[in-house]
């Protein structure tokens, strides 16, 4: 079976520097990518998503994620956060018919 | 399009009862997952509905089914509720299939509180 890790639980960082969410799964035959966020008392919103073609995906508000499949990851990453970027990531991967989230990772932007 | 949308949005149970849930998925999507959210466990899958079929389960107890619809909408029941099934349940449907795009839509969740 697929497992995801995201390795950093939590992950606190100031505003305006870079950050980087980890993300590892255990099989690379055939996954589809996915970056999930959830705001406070909301459902998860899709970020950005990985099917096919060029391996850098980028969504509309700055994140961008990189698919490697030889390392079987695809981290998120920003070059400047905001403090609107505060909320929980999820990392998803789509395999045999089947969606595996992982735990999630609480980003704290700090003004 | 309608998101995909649950009901009801918040509910308060006592131990031994039982409960369902409800979920609209978006229109034409006939796949429907159900999960479960806890602090600190994340989003553990409970089961998927496709063209009324459950097609894939998750690791929970008997107490935990469901079944959809052929308008697609699906219910989740928990019978003989326990204290540890406090937590946010999501829904979410998607297009899986060919041609479809396979991401999930998630509707805002059902907060249930079990005392």
């Known amino acids: 079976a697929q497992s995801v890790t995201q390795l950093d639980s939590q992950v606190p960082v100031f505003e305006e520097a870079p950050v980087e969410l980890r993300c590892n799964y255990s099989?690379?035959?055939?996954?589809?990518l996915f970056w999930y966020v959830q705001y406070p008392n909301q459902g998860l919103q899709l970020l950005l998503k990985y099917l096919s073609g060029s391996t850098l995906v980028e969504s509309i508000n700055g994140f961008e994620a990189e698919f490697n499949k030889s390392q079987t990851s695809f981290h998120l990453r920003k070059p400047s956060v905001h403090i609107s970027d505060t909320a929980e990531y999820f990392c998803?991967?789509?395999?045999?018919?089947?969606?595996?989230f992982g735990t999630g990772t609480s980003l704290t932007v700090i003004p | 399009k309608a998101g995909v949308t649950q009901t009801p949005r918040y509910l308060i149970k006592t131990r031994g009862q039982q409960v369902t849930l409800s979920c609209s998925p978006i229109s034409g999507h006939r796949s429907v997952s159900w999960y479960q959210q806890t602090p600190g466990q994340g989003l553990q899958f409970l089961f998927e509905?496709?063209?009324?079929?459950?097609?894939n389960k998750g690791n929970f107890p008997g107490r935990f089914s469901g079944r959809q619809f052929s308008n697609s909408r699906s219910e989740m029941n928990v019978s003989t509720l326990e204290l540890g099934d406090s937590a946010l349940y999501l829904c979410?449907?998607?297009?899986?299939?060919?041609?479809?795009?396979?991401?999930?839509?998630f509707g805002p969740g059902t907060r249930l509180t079990v005392t």
């Open positions: 099989s690379s035959v055939s996954v589809y």
């Open positions: 979410a449907s998607s297009n899986t299939g060919t041609g479809g795009s396979y991401e999930q839509y």
């Open positions: 509905y496709f063209s009324e079929t459950q097609r």
């Open positions: 998803a991967v789509h395999t045999g018919n089947q969606f595996y």
